[in-house]
């Protein structure tokens, strides 16, 4: 089970408008992405950590370590661009190599921050939206936006292979857990690979099933949401 | 009302999964399918229910055989329907209510109908507290509940069962038996199981399947005294025809019956 998927359920605004969420949450966006200021993205994601976690309810530690997952790739993309190479010492701080100084510069160091606090801003709100908002009340909000029907479709079909996959890969690995699979390196090489293989197989077996499961509930192309 | 008339199901690979199989669910209102594990009996209800198209024979709804175009086939699903075995696999919607929903937003169903069927279709199944849930929330026997309220909803024509007890607590076991009892009065039911209890007690009629074969049919009390058949398909016989046989008791249909009768 996922745990965003839990709290979108079980949430203290589980219930409340869709649309107005999504407003609060296209408007939050468009004024990260528009409007070029590191406090505003700061207030920003403030205002949504605090709705999600205080209004909503989500526990503040688990809020942190979900979106603890996409700030390592941040901080990984950040360091890109705040650490860059050149002949000449142009930079702050910096460490020579050879012919080359390898460093940060004042305008590296504030074009990251601001990246930083953006992505952050943008984070904190698509959060608020993903973990406050079940996945049919964004669908009726996708169709009251005339999003095509295939697209829908594709979000729904992907939100629940996420779990199929996701439920498939912990059970083989607790099957492989169990029987010493990962007690040195080695073994965890061979069993990681023994898990993309039989994960494969296993998911397509339970797409068949699925698909078996849409065709008895007269599934028609098109995830209705009763509006 | 259905009838399967000599079908044989291949695999992919060539092998046989169904061998000349006939089935006539007139014979009985809570008709049992048994047999071991790999006999056949999930692949045959596939067939009844034209997910898998069987390489000869026929399977006649009200005498006609059925179509296999998308058409047909879903009107054909809203009289027939099932349950499967995995509650988890049967879920497609992580909130009970949009999960029950499903089939009927499918059909167009107005929403208010649907409610008052959602909410009829778990009072049915005693789930009417977990409406509001999420279905991860749930216990395996409160989503097995769910999964038979979801069949339900469609008042179908005819119910297939697939293992409805298997990995259920003898509570919830007796409860699948009176919700199956109660279902009986109103639409055909099929189940499948190697439980031989359960099914000796809830069927009227029953099928002995063993690799792909019918080898046996008849009313619950005839088909168990057949011993040579029931060890051939690796089952075994109910403890009430067991007692019958070694204790010199009549034999009851279920356990009240033997207790109300014991002086």
Not at chain 2, 183 to 190: A, G, N
Not at chain 2, 227 to 249: A, Q, R, T, Y
Request: glycine share 6%.
């Amino acid at each position: 089970m996922l745990i965003i998927d839990k709290y979108a359920y079980s949430n203290r605004l589980a219930d409340s408008d869709p649309f107005l969420k999504f407003i609060v949450v296209v408007i939050a966006l468009a004024i990260t992405t528009t409007i070029r200021s590191i406090y505003i993205n700061i207030m920003i994601f403030a205002m949504m950590s605090f709705m999600t976690t205080k209004v909503a309810g989500i526990p503040l530690d688990k809020y942190f370590r979900i979106l603890s997952i996409p700030m390592g790739f941040l901080l990984i993309s950040t360091i890109t661009i705040l650490v860059s190479v050149s002949k000449i010492d142009i930079f702050v701080y910096s460490i020579n190599m050879f012919d080359y100084y390898i460093g940060i510069t004042i305008s590296s160091m504030e074009e990251s921050i601001y990246i930083v606090t953006r992505v952050v801003a943008s984070m904190g709100a698509a959060f608020f939206l993903g973990l406050t908002t079940p996945l049919n009340n964004l669908v009726k909000v996708f169709r009251k936006l005339h999003l095509p029907k295939s697209i829908i479709e594709l979000i729904v079909l992907i939100y629940r292979s996420i779990f199929i996959f996701l439920e498939e890969a912990q059970e083989i690995h607790t099957g492989q857990e169990l029987k010493f699979g990962y007690s040195n390196f080695k073994n965890s090489l061979r069993s990681t690979g023994l898990l993309l293989r039989s994960l494969f197989l296993r998911v397509l077996l339970r797409y068949k099933e699925m698909v078996i499961i849409l065709e008895c509930k007269l599934y028609d192309g098109e995830f209705k949401t009763g509006d | 009302m259905i009838k399967v008339e000599s079908i044989d199901y291949k695999y992919e690979d060539g092998t046989l999964a169904l061998k000349n199989v006939s089935i006539d669910l007139d014979k009985g209102k809570v008709i049992g399918l048994i047999g071991g594990n790999g006999s056949g009996k999930s692949t045959l209800f596939l067939n009844i229910l034209g997910i898998l198209k069987p390489s000869k024979g026929k399977i006649k709804y009200n005498n006609e055989p059925i179509k296999y175009d998308k058409k047909s086939l879903r009107d054909y699903r809203q009289k027939v329907t099932m349950v499967f075995q995995d509650p988890d696999k049967q879920l497609f919607y992580s909130k009970v209510y949009d999960d029950m929903a499903f089939p009927l937003r499918n059909l167009d169903i107005a929403e208010d109908e649907i409610k008052e069927k959602v909410n009829a279709s778990l009072a049915e199944v005693k789930a009417l507290d977990l409406i509001e849930k999420p279905t991860h929330f749930l216990s395996y026997g409160q989503k097995k509940r769910i999964s038979i309220g979801g069949a339900l909803i469609m008042d179908s024509k005819v119910l297939l069962l697939d293992e409805p007890t298997s990995g259920l607590d003898p509570a919830m076991s007796k409860e699948v038996k009176s919700i199956i009892k109660n279902l009986s009065q109103e639409k055909r039911i099929v189940v499948s199981s190697h439980d031989m209890d359960f099914i000796y007690e809830a069927c009227d009629y029953i099928y002995i399947i063993s690799k792909g074969e019918i080898l046996g049919e008849g009313v619950a009390e005839d088909v168990f005294l057949d011993k040579d058949i029931l060890e051939k398909s690796g089952l075994e016989k109910p403890w009430l025809v067991k007692i019958h046989e070694n204790l010199n008791l009549p034999l009851y249909k279920s356990e009240s019956e033997l207790l109300e009768n014991r002086d």
